[in-house]
Nanobody, 123 residues
Framework: QLQLVPSGGGLVQPGGSLRLSCVASGFNLGSYAVGWFRQAPGKEREGVSC????????RYAEFVKGRFTISRDNVKNAMYLQMNSLTPEDTAVYYC????????????????WGQGIQVTVSS
């Protein structure tokens, strides 16, 4: 059974930080490119960040550069998104994903997805 189990969402004040995690089971996370996406109410899902399977390419959406950091731990079979300097515009449901394009952009065609995690940034 292939699973991606997320954690780390919640409510945070503007300027605060959150760390999202996804733990994989049933497959080796280190064999694939990994990515983070988000979807705000009434909007389409958009790519946030990704890392290629070889770590040669790391991509960030322009709206998170300098604030978010993607990483993964192959020993723990987990992936992370550290989010700093959060703003209300970052409010969305966030998703981790595995096995998709990360050469030129954070592509939408990832094959495996975790459940959404709500992130709310509000004072």
């Amino acid at each position: 059974q292939l699973q991606l189990v997320p954690s780390g969402g919640g409510l945070v004040q503007p300027g605060g930080s959150l760390r999202l995690s996804c733990v994989a089971s049933g497959f080796n996370l280190g064999s694939y490119a990994v990515g983070w996406f988000r979807q705000a109410p009434g909007k389409e899902r958009e790519g946030v960040s990704c890392v290629s399977r070889s770590f040669f390419t790391t991509r960030y959406a322009e709206f998170v550069k300098g604030r978010f950091t993607i990483s993964r731990d192959n020993v723990k079979n987990a992936m992370y998104l550290q989010m700093n300097s959060l703003t209300p515009e970052d409010t969305a449901v966030y998703y981790c994903a595995v096995d998709g394009p990360c050469d030129d952009e954070v592509g939408p065609e990832f094959r495996s997805w975790g459940q959404g995690i709500q992130v709310t940034v509000s004072s």
